[in-house]
C-alpha cells in the first residue's frame, strides 16, 4: 500500500520516522498539538474500548457514553491530524537542502534589523489557502500513484451506503440519544475505521512528496529571477 515514490530511493521505508519526527516537533513547538495530544491520551486511557474499536476487536460492546467519548476523541483527533498534516507538507519543503539554502540567502531581504523569520506554526490565511490547496492535491496525487487508494476510496463509500448507521456513529452531529449499536454493526464501524487509517497514510506520504517538489520548483523560479 504505498504511493509511487517517484524513485526516491531514501523514501522507502521512512514513514514511521517521518511521523515520529513530524509529532516529536509538534510536541516540542506547538502548544495547540500538545493539548490535543494529552486530551487524546487521556481519554483513550479513560475508555479503553475507543482502543477496542480501533484495534478491530470481534467481540467489542459499547454503551452510550462510550460512545460520546468516542465522538470526542474523533473530534479530537480530527483536530490533531490537520497540525499534522500542515507540518508534512512543510516538512518536506524544509527537506529539500538547495531550498533551506536558498530560504537563508533571503534573509537579508527581510526586516530592517536584517532578519527574516518564517512562523510556519501560526501562518497568514493566505498561506493556509495554499497548504489546503495542497492537501487536496494530494488526494488527487494518491488516487493517480496508488491504485490501493482508490480501492480503499471505494471500500468506504460502499461500507457507508450498505451501513448508514456508521455515519451516525461517526458524526457527533447525527447522533441519537439511546442509540446502541450490535456487535456486528461495531465490528463495521472498526473495520471503515481502519480503512480510513490507511487512507490518511498514503494521502500523507503524498502530501510531504509534495512538499518536496514545490521546495524544488521554488528554487527553481528563485534561481531564475
Known sequence: MEPNNGNIPWLDGMEAELDNRVVQYLVNNNAEYRKLQNQV?????ETPAIKELLDECKELQLSE???????EYRRLRTERDALERKYLYLAGQADMKPYVQTL???????TANGTY????LHL???QMEIINHAVEEAEKAA?????EYGEI???????YNKYPFIDSFTDKSKRKEGGTFSKEEL???????ALEDDKRYIEQTELYLKGIRDGYALKKFLESE
Open 41 to 45: 491520551i487521556a481519554l483513550l486511557d
Open 65 to 71: 457514553q462510550e460512545h460520546r467519548m468516542y465522538q
Open 104 to 110: 537563508q540567502g533571503l534573509r537579508q531581504k527581510g
Open 117 to 120: 523569520k518564517i512562523d510556519h
Open 124 to 126: 497568514e490565511f493566505w
Open 143 to 147: 488516487r493517480r500513484n496508488c491504485k
Open 153 to 159: 476510496e471505494k471500500r468506504i463509500s460502499g461500507l
Open 187 to 193: 465490528q463495521k464501524v472498526s473495520e471503515c475505521l
